[in-house]
């Protein structure tokens, strides 16, 4: 053991810190005691570990405690309760000295791939819950250490887990699945008796119907590591010995008694007072501040304990959420129900306030400091009458103040005076005539910050229903938390009637008068949100006083579904595939659903990225200077700071670029670095390379720019229209005379529809490593690229040299989505050229919000449409203008429009169709490939025509849908390619009976009827997805090596981003050479084994690099049937020795092309020749929603999906695709929408800001189903590409929407047609409703214009 290095010494800041400190930071990691003599404040656990400790398995997706990527569990000794308690955290957010004295245990701590899966570990890489696995070592992590608390949870307490972690790329069905099996009703194997193990078969996977069909070990507790006991034994005694770590800038102390504490606070009265660090953690790690002095109140005992009084209960502010969790459910449990309402309020909030790992270690004292405008909390300690107790050294009484709206005086700000210290907070309970609630709207339900929330209470005239006293509280409505002044006022008196909702929305306006250029927009939705809130609780006070007597006028039925929440449960889907052919070996793993072959490393944390990776000795960090103009002349750049910054080695910049500054996406147009000129906010102007991160980060902002701005700036579709700012040409694709058909139809209408635009959030950000070779000015590049080749080629020009002398190297990424096709040269090029000017190895991985800002997503589009159709919903005639927002630089723009003319048709056959699209340049950041790379935009603008033709002739839009449908065979697109067969009817067919839309539908028209504020929505949409490339992309390579001890080397073109390619690869070579597929390994995607490779997009990665790698195994095998029929039993390894002894060669390179691709294109033109697909993968999806009226919110009750995949490789994998594409098609159609100050600055940074779906946005019940009795004869084993044609199906939910909010405009007594624009927010939604409250609230369209406000936000 290591002795500690107590000093003991007077302390040499003069102060009464006399008390024995130390300086020496002692913890344990995974059973192993770590000793850090030079420990930094600023240094996180997550930093510590995966740089220090060389643990790499927890991960840096957000750095703000947004995605749960880098969870860990820490276990600690409970002095004052003496028990061992353990909890989730992000490490990312953890200071390192923050876990003095702790246990923390990573996800290489409990288990591993050489030794034994934790049973976490097992189930989820057996339920295929993982893809790019990025995220996975977190959701891992968050599970263990519920099962650390409570061996067998329940449903909910799986759910509120994982609240606080994100995937992207599995649509959580699969993790919930895994973990379900845990629970009370799912533990054990699902077989129970017909377990595979009892019944001694081994391949437990060889069951066609079913991904729960799968056998795992029991999971049992007691072997779980045990708690350090030393940290037991210390524990008493640390909690007497103070801490105080100094580091590069700031210092760090943790006092052991209050009254030290206040001392320190009168000699630091600036020092932060840090318990969760969840505030202060991402003001330093995501907007770069930095606070010198900190000090831990967490030992203190006043502050991290609560006591009861007869009146109420006082809270020590250093008392963490979770912890105050607990104890209000005992207290709930033993104590009247009147008296605790507001700790049910506090409860109810609690659900929706962050995740576990920030609730377990925030504290009530951090939020109520923190005085956040959309505190969820301060609303309700306002509203209960708290009292919150200060101390400052210099007063000899503690300071008791009630918090009410002058606590918080202004924004961010509260009462509390310099160097004053919360101590506690006190609630007293609640009497018997008193009601109270809270509510919180946010974008996303779970894991969200507020756009409002609310607490109110009211207390009334013992017996009455007359009010004596209303409180209430808002979030979301000012600068700080308020009170509506005048409506409390005016409450008073008044009897508990439905004329006090009327008053009220008129006296709210009142007391919140939102201009609409309010900061944080939504301003009329925001001013909804508060009159819905008091409505809900209006009639929840009412019942309450109903179910007294005290009122005896019962509540509408219908109006009391305004009361009742969304169940959160998830159920149960089913996934069903056909079965590989009866006479298939055993061996042979096409078809079946064999595992992600990472699958289990990324459990365990073993799987390697790019940031994982070692670092060299002599390594610098890059870290980006961009621009902070949207559009400006660059007039000079001061590095002077940043060069006497510590660490700091260079700057590079264009002068720097050896080859040339320009790099080739398709056009010639982005240059490495900015010259003179910026175009966006987030354009590269320059690098500071450091010798570390933080030092690099550091340097980069002390470079100061001056600009001279450039007018206009043009930031949306509608700017860019106004100034004519396109690319040329437009695409266009032209059938029959649509004109002239027009004239002949029943009806004509016009319209016109927006989709956003969407960010990639891959969870591992652009990332990449150049290592310069120091000999013939070689360079070995890891990145985190789809696109090697490319990369190569550009680097190798910014270089100035050939191609062979770059080699790129890329072994899984953690997640793409089309992000990293090409923007991955924003960080891969400048790493290149840094690496070549320092002549040392450069790394930059970059911070999600840099990502965010430079990087780009999908294109927004904006569209007009004109629609001739008969009197039966059969369209003949369609004319389209389509406008997508390009941004700053062309990327891949033009062909993103092309494949929107192309995907335009959806699944309908249109006779005479014009449709036309032109991409707008303006000055955001490029964008770029996504998922569907435009197709999910265009044939969402025609799902919205379709709808619009519907509702016109007041009929269900799935009957234009069928109507107007492909038929199977003899059907040929837009463009005059041929179907032949289309299967879009038969996925469609399968998807309604499967689903039992029309009985289902019946029952929503029911429900609608008898509700009023909740609605049900269903809609069935189908999708199909032209799978095919440019002729010259449709090819691919292989190499295949065999070794003498039989073992397989396979390399192929394609990246490994999640998709499953390398698995699938591997099961076509285990066919091909009839092995088994463990004697295969794919080390990595590299330039030098495979050259001249096609990006993996596109969904044909599969066909091209299966053909190849099949081409280079048959040619093998060819090379090795004379020996087979020679020696017929001989065993493969021996085989294979027999062939290198005589001289046949082991090894092979396969190609492949495919055959017929023969299309000619000039879209500007209009025109297409040839086929243009390969084929088409099709679908059809079934979703049904309840939506929330009165805040807009709603979840996905059931999603129904059949998918043709034609004969799959693999169910499990194709599934997966398909669930994840749906999810992140939800996102895309629901909540995910990137919005930019008119400046150009984007102001979703951060999974704080930006959200994508969470787990409990998964459809409760999720069936996915392959259509049986596919064929397709032009891709491997007669399969289909998979990975976007799933996407758009997700439409489906926003039309289920749309279908519910018709319903509820149906009640407001509106009629007929209505736009609902992608995504369909809980803003869009509560907005659409179209009730007495949304009119009251919706502000005169032109007040923007009369007093020439500038919006908050606008969507590009
Ligand atoms: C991912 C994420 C999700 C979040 N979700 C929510 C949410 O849903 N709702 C919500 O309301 N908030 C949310 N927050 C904000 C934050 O978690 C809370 O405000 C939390 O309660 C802060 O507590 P903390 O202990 O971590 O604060 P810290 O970061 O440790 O401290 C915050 C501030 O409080 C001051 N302070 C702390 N204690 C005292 C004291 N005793 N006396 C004087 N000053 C003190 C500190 O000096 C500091 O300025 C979220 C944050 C993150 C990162
Ligand atoms: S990296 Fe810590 S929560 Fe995202
Ligand atoms: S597997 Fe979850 S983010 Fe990729």
Known sequence: MVILNCHGEVDSDKTQWTKKSTDVLEFYVNGEKVVEYHADPETTLLTYLRRELRLTGSKLGCGEGGCGACTVMISKWDHINSKIIHYSANACLAPVVSVHGCAVTTVEGIGSTKTKLHAVQERLSKFHGSQCGFCTPGIVMSMYALLRNKSVPRAEDIEGCLQGNLCRCTGYRPILSAFSTFSESGSGCPMGANCCKQNGVINAVDDPHSALNVCFGKYDPSQEIIFPPQLMIKSRSEQHQTLKFVGERVTWFRPTSLDQLIELKSIYPEAQLVNGNTEIGVECNVKGRMFPVIISPTCLKELVTTSNTDEGLIIGSACTLTSIKEQFQDIIQTTETFRTQWMRAFLDMLHWFAGDQIRNVAAIGGNIMTASPISDLNPILMANESIATFRLH???????????????????????????????????????????????????????????????????????????????????????????????????????????????????????????????????????????????????????????????????????????????????????????????????????????????????????????????????????????????????????????????????????????????????????????????????????????????????????????????????????????????????????????????????????VRTAGQEHFYMETQVCLAVPKLEDDEMEIYSSSQDPTTLQSQVARNLGVQRNKVVIRMKRMGGGFGGKESRFWLVSNPVAIAAHKCRRPVRCMLSRKDDMIMTGGRHPFYAKYKVGFMNDGKVKALKAELYSNAGHTIDYSMAVLSKSTIHFDNCYSIPNIHVRGTACRTNIASSTAFRGFGGPQSMFITESWITKVAEHLGVMPEKIREMNMYKEMGEFTHYGQSLDPCTARRCWDDCIEKSNFHKRKEAVDLYNTKNRWKKRGISCVPTKFAVGFPEFRCQAGALVNIYTDGSVSLTHGGTEMGQGLHTKMIQIAGRCLEIPVDLIHISETSTNTVPNTIATVASISSDINGGAVKAACDKISERLAPLRKEYPTLEWKDLVVKAFMNRISLSATGYYKVPNMNSKWDLAKGKIEGRIANYYTYGAAVSEVEVDCLTGDHVVLQTDIVMDVGRSLNPAIDIGQIEGGFVQGYGMFTMEEPLHAPSGHLLTVGPGAYKIPGFGDCPRQFNVHLLRNSENDKAIYSSKGIGEPPFFLSASVLYAIKSAVGSARNDSGIFGPFRMDAPATAERIRMACGDNFIKQHKHHADEKEERNLTPWSVTA
């Open 394 to 752: 210099s007063r000899a009484k503690d300071r008791q103040v009630l918090m009410d709206q002058s606590f918080f005086p202004k924004y961010r700000t509260t009462c509390a005076e310099k160097g004053e210290v919360l101590i506690s907070v006190y609630l007293p309970f609640n009497t018997k005539d008193e009601y109270m609630k809270a509510y919180k709207q946010s974008k996303r339900r779970e894991d969200d910050i507020a756009i409002v929330n609310a607490a109110m209470r009211v207390v009334f005239h013992p017996g009455t229903c007359k009010v004596l006293k209303f409180v209430a509280a808002f979030g979301g409505m000012a600068a700080t938390s308020v009170m509506p002044e005048k409506t409390i006022q005016n409450m008073i008196g008044r009897e508990w009637t439905e004329d006090l909702v009327q008053n009220y929305m008129q006296w709210i306006r009142e007391d919140f008068p939102l201009s609409l250029d309010a900061p944080g927009g939504m301003v009329e939705y925001r001013e909804a949100l508060a009159a819905s809130f008091f409505f809900k609780f209006y009639l929840y006070v009412k019942n309450c006083l109903i179910e007294k007597g005290i009122i005896k006028e019962n509540i509408k039925p219908e109006e009391m579904s305004a009361l009742d929440d969304f169940s959160q449960h998830y159920e149960f889907g089913t996934q069903t595939w056909q079965g590989t052919h009866s006479n298939q070996a055993l061996e042979d793993l096409v078809g079946r659903p064999v595992k992600h072959v990472s699958g289990e490393k990324h459990t365990t944390g073993e799987a390697v990225y790019i940031d994982d990776m070692p670092v060299y000795k002599d390594e610098l960090y890059l870290c980006f200077v961009t621009s902070t103009r949207a559009h400006a002349y660059v007039r000079n750049v001061d590095i002077s700071k940043a060069m006497t910054s510590p660490g700091f080695v260079t700057y590079v910049n264009h002068r720097d670029v050896p080859g040339s500054n320009n790099v080739r996406v398709i056009d010639d147009d982005d240059r490495v670095f900015a010259v003179d000129k910026v175009t966006c906010v987030g354009h590269t102007i320059g690098a500071i390379i450091a010798d570390t991160q933080a030092h690099a980060q550091r340097a980069a902002q002390l470079v100061r720019i001056e600009y001279e701005d450039i007018l206009p700036i043009i930031v949306t579709i509608e700017d860019a229209i106004k100034q004519k700012s396109f690319l040329d040409p437009s695409k266009q694709i032209i059938r029959g005379d649509p004109d002239k058909a027009m004239e002949e139809c029943d009806h004509v209408i016009e319209g016109d």
